[in-house]
């Protein structure tokens, strides 16, 4: 991914930026990882239910879910940034 450092206007930062086709570029794949993100949390929890259900240990699973759910606020944060990167 190409940057270049220019002067932005509205906060006087000088901070690399991409280019509007490598933000959509970015985006498309942050927007691929959340849809992935979310199937496998809502298989995990499935899981989760399932075991506590047949009153097994759900711990380790409950604590995999909990991991899940961290990494996925990361990526929507991500795919926030990138959604504000696109806005006039």
Do not use: W
Not at 20 to 32: G, I, K, P, T, Y
Not at 62 to 81: F, G, I, S, T, Y
């Amino acid at each position: 991914m190409l940057e270049r450092s220019v002067v932005d206007p509205q906060t006087r930062s000088d901070k690399p930026t991409m280019s509007r086709e490598a933000v959509f570029d970015e985006l498309r794949e942050v927007e691929r990882q959340v849809i992935e993100g979310e199937r496998r949390l809502a298989a995990c929890e499935a899981r989760v239910v399932e075991l506590k259900r047949s009153k097994q240990d759900a711990t380790a699973a409950e604590a995999e879910l909990e991991r899940m759910r961290k990494d996925q606020r990361v990526l929507e944060h991500d795919r926030q940034r990138l959604l504000r990167r696109l806005q006039p």
